[in-house]
C-alpha cells in the first residue's frame, strides 16, 4: 500500500489528479447541479473528444517534440469522411479512409518533424490541412448525416455514451501502448535523451515518425466522432481544440522536453479544462470573464507542476 | 504537506474567482452598458413597427435611420434584388470582403459583382488572402484607389484598423461605405443589418410565440464583440417588455457549432424547464438544435440569425424555430446603388447608417415563410 502511493506521488500525474479532486470537490459545494449523475455523464461525454484528441499527442510530446495540427487534422478528417458519406459511400468503408488519412498525415508529419523542428514543422502543416478542408468543403456546411453514423457519436450503449465507450477504448490502447510495449519504451527513452538513443543504435526516425502517426490516427477518429456528434461538418470545427489539446496534455504533467509524462496525467488534464467550463455554465459566469478563468486554471496547473519538480530535483542534487 | 496545503489554496483562489462572478450574475443581466441600453430603450419603447436604433458601441457614429421598403433605391431581397438606377458613366467599385471561406462574404462579393452586372458599372471584389486580417484590407484599399476606384464598399474586419485606409481613399476623393461592421467614424454610407435591431426582432418574435412567459437561454457571440454585443443588447431589451420571460441564462458560445452544442448540454443540467433559446448566430443555434436532441428534449423553441443553409433546413424540419435573414447579397448590392446614385447625380443618402434587411423587409424565416425562402429568395443560392 505504501509503494503503491509512493509510485503516484512520484508520478508526473501526482498533481494533476489532486487538481482534478480538489476542482471536482469544490464545484460539487459550489453547485448542486453539478453532482448529479446526469452531469457526470455529461462531462464525461464532453471530455471524450478532448481525451482521444489529447492522448494522441501526449505520445508526439513525450518524444520531445510538439504536434500543432492535431485541430487541422481533427476537422479536416471529420469533414472528408462526411462528403464521402453524403455521396452515398458506406460508412465503414469512409471511416476506414478516415483513418488512412489519419496514417498518411501522421506521416508526412513525422518525416517533416525529423527534418525541422516538430513545433514549426507542424505549424506548417496545421495551415496546409485547414486549407485542404476549405477546398474540400467549397466553403459550406454539410448537415444532416445518416443516423447509421451519428448514432457513433449521440448513441448510447445502456446508460453510457458511446463517445465515451470509444474514449475509454483509446485512451486503454494508448495507455498498454506507452507503457508495457518496446515501441512504447523507445518513445520515452529517445524523449528523455536523445543522443544516448541514437549512440544505443535505436531506430530513431521510425520510433518519432510511430508516435506522430498514433497522434493524427486518434486526431483523425476523433475528427469522425465530432462530425457524428453534430450531425455536420464544416472546415473550422477543429478549431475549438487546437491549443486545448497541447493544453490538455501539459496540465496533465507530461513535459514538452520529452520523456516524462503520460496519458494518466493526460486524463486528468482533459477532464479538469471540461469541468471548467461546465461550473462556469452552471454558476452563470459573466462570458466576459470566462477566457480569463481557463487561462488562470491552466497557468496555475502548470506552475505547480513546475515549481514542485524544480525542487524535488534540487533536493536530488 | 506544505505543498498540499499551498495547492489547495490556489485552488480556493481560482474559486473565488468564480464565486464573485457568480454573484454579480444574479439578475440575469449583466453585461449591457447602461448608456447604450437606455438610448436603445427609448425608440424601441416609441415605435411599436419597427424598433429603429440603437447607438453603436463605440460613441460617435451614427444612428441607424430605417427606411420603409419604398424609400430604398431597390426593391426585394436577397437573390430578387433589382434596381432601375443605371450608372451614367463608366464607374469602378471596390468591394472587400473579411474573407474568402465564409459563404456569408461570398455572397456579399456576389451581390456586388450582379449590382455591376445590373447597373453597369466595373466590379472589383477582393478579400485578404489571411482570414479577418484588417492590415490586409488597408492594403487592399490602398491599391484600389491606386487603381482609379471611384467607391469602395468594405465589410471592415475591425472598426478602428480600417480607419488609415478610410482617410486614403477621403484624401483621394473616393467614397467609402461600410457594410456590417462600421468604420470607427462615419463614412458616405454603412449599410448592412442593426445588429440591435436584428436581436430585437427575433426576441419580440419568441416572446409573442410563447404568449408572453417561459424560460430562455441565450447563447452569446464571442465576448467583446461589438456586433455580438449590440444583438444581445436588443434580444435583452425586447424581452424586457415581457414580465414573464425570464432569461435564466446568457453564456457565451463563441459563434461556433460545438461550443453552442456543449454549453447548451451544460445549462440543461441546471435549466429543465426551458421553453426558447436564442443563438447569437446560427451556428450556435444549431449547436443547441443537437444538444435537445441528444438529451431527448422537445418543444423549445430556438431562433438564429443569418438565414443560413443549415438553418433554413432546420427551421423547415421544424427543429428551428426562427431565423433572421442578414442578407449579405442584397445589403451588397443595396450599397453599390447607393453609390452609383451619388456618381451619377450626386444624390447623398438619406443617413449616415440606413440598415437593410430591417423588420420592414420581411427578413423572419419561420416554418410560414421558410419554403419560399429557400425556393425563391435566399441569399446562399447565389453562391451555390
Known amino acids: ?317 | 504537506m506544505k505543498k498540499f496545503s499551498k495547492l489547495v489554496l490556489s485552488f480556493l483562489l481560482v474559486g473565488t474567482v468564480g464565486l464573485v462572478g457568480c454573484s454579480n450574475n444574479n439578475g440575469g443581466t449583466s453585461t449591457a452598458t447602461p448608456e447604450a441600453t437606455q438610448e436603445a430603450a427609448a425608440p424601441a419603447a416609441t415605435q411599436e413597427a419597427a424598433p429603429a436604433a440603437t447607438q453603436a458601441a463605440s460613441t460617435g457614429l451614427s444612428k441607424a435611420t430605417v427606411l420603409s421598403a419604398d424609400q430604398l433605391p431597390i426593391t426585394g431581397i436577397g437573390t430578387t434584388v433589382a434596381t432601375d438606377i443605371k450608372a451614367k458613366g463608366s464607374y469602378k467599385i471596390g468591394y472587400i470582403a473579411k474573407n474568402t471561406t465564409n459563404p456569408y462574404m461570398v455572397a456579399q462579393s456576389a451581390g456586388v459583382a450582379k449590382a455591376g452586372e445590373d447597373m453597369g458599372f466595373e466590379a472589383i471584389t477582393q478579400a485578404p488572402s489571411t482570414a479577418d486580417s484588417v492590415e490586409e484590407q488597408v492594403k487592399l484599399m490602398e491599391n484600389m484607389i491606386q487603381q482609379g476606384a471611384n467607391a469602395i464598399i468594405v465589410h471592415c474586419a475591425d472598426s478602428n484598423g480600417i480607419m488609415p485606409g478610410v482617410r486614403a481613399a477621403q484624401e483621394a476623393g473616393v467614397i467609402v461605405l461600410t457594410i456590417g461592421t462600421p468604420a470607427a467614424e462615419d463614412t458616405f454610407l454603412r449599410t448592412g443589418v442593426d445588429y440591435y435591431e436584428t436581436g430585437y426582432t427575433i426576441a419580440k418574435d419568441m416572446a409573442e410565440e410563447l404568449g408572453g412567459k417561459g424560460n430562455i437561454i441565450i447563447l452569446e457571440g464571442p465576448a467583446g464583440a461589438a456586433n455580438a454585443i449590440e444583438r444581445l443588447n436588443g434580444i435583452k431589451d425586447a424581452f424586457k417588455d415581457y414580465p414573464g420571460i425570464e432569461i435564466v441564462a446568457s453564456q457565451t458560445a463563441n459563434f461556433k457549432r460545438t461550443e453552442g452544442m456543449s454549453v447548451t448540454e451544460n445549462l440543461l443540467q441546471k435549466y429543465t424547464d426551458v421553453q426558447g433559446i436564442i443563438g447569437a448566430n446560427d451556428e450556435s443555434a444549431l449547436g443547441a438544435v443537437q444538444a435537445l436532441k441528444a438529451a431527448g428534449v422537445e418543444g423549445v423553441l430556438v431562433s438564429g440569425f443569418d438565414g443560413s443553409v443549415d438553418a433554413a433546413n432546420a427551421v423547415l424540419n421544424g427543429d428551428m424555430f426562427e431565423s433572421y435573414n442578414t442578407d449579405p447579397y442584397g445589403s451588397g448590392y443595396i450599397a453599390a446603388a447607393y453609390a452609383v446614385r451619388y456618381l451619377d447625380d450626386g444624390v447623398e443618402p438619406e443617413a449616415k447608417f440606413i440598415p437593410f434587411p430591417t423588420s420592414n423587409n420581411d427578413p423572419l424565416i419561420n416554418s410560414s415563410t421558410v419554403q419560399s425562402y429557400i425556393d425563391e429568395y435566399a441569399w446562399f443560392n447565389a453562391v451555390q
Open chain 1, 1 to 317: 500500500m505504501k509503494n503503491l502511493w509512493q509510485s503516484i506521488k512520484e508520478s508526473r500525474a501526482f498533481y494533476s489528479l489532486i487538481g482534478l479532486v480538489v476542482l471536482v470537490i469544490a464545484s460539487s459545494i459550489i453547485a448542486p447541479s453539478f453532482r448529479t449523475v446526469n452531469n457526470m455523464i455529461t462531462i464525461f461525454r464532453q471530455a471524450s473528444l478532448l481525451l482521444i484528441l489529447s492522448s494522441g499527442l501526449t505520445a508526439v510530446l513525450l518524444t520531445g517534440t510538439m504536434d500543432l495540427s492535431v485541430g487541422a487534422t481533427a476537422g479536416f478528417v471529420g469533414c472528408v469522411v462526411a462528403q464521402l458519406i453524403k455521396h452515398d459511400m458506406n460508412v465503414a468503408v469512409a471511416t476506414l479512409i478516415g483513418l488512412l488519412i489519419g496514417v498518411v498525415i501522421g506521416l508526412i508529419n513525422g518525416t517533416l518533424a525529423g527534418i525541422l523542428p516538430g513545433f514549426i514543422a507542424t505549424y506548417g502543416t496545421n495551415w496546409v490541412i485547414a486549407g485542404l478542408g476549405i477546398v474540400v468543403m467549397q466553403g459550406a456546411v454539410i448537415y444532416d448525416l445518416p443516423p447509421a453514423f451519428t448514432q457513433l457519436g449521440v448513441g448510447y450503449l445502456g446508460a453510457i455514451p458511446n463517445l465515451v465507450i470509444f474514449a475509454s477504448v483509446v485512451v486503454l490502447i494508448l495507455y498498454i501502448l506507452l507503457s508495457n510495449t518496446t515501441l512504447g519504451r523507445k518513445i520515452y527513452q529517445y524523449g528523455s535523451n536523445p543522443v544516448a538513443a541514437k549512440y544505443a543504435a535505436m531506430p530513431t526516425r521510425r520510433v518519432v515518425l510511430s508516435a506522430f502517426v498514433i497522434c493524427s490516427v486518434c486526431a483523425a477518429f476523433a475528427g469522425m466522432l465530432m462530425t457524428a456528434r453534430l450531425n455536420a461538418a464544416d472546415a473550422a470545427m477543429g478549431d475549438t481544440y487546437g491549443l486545448q489539446t497541447v493544453a490538455a496534455a501539459v496540465i496533465g504533467g507530461t513535459s514538452q522536453k520529452g520523456g516524462e509524462g503520460g496519458v494518466l496525467g493526460t486524463i486528468a488534464g482533459a477532464l479538469i479544462l471540461t469541468i471548467v467550463v461546465n461550473i462556469m455554465n452552471l454558476t452563470g459566469i459573466p462570458s466576459q470573464a470566462q477566457g480569463l478563468v481557463i487561462g488562470s486554471v491552466i497557468i496555475i496547473m502548470v506552475l505547480i507542476d513546475t515549481i514542485t519538480r524544480k525542487r524535488q530535483e534540487s533536493k536530488m542534487n
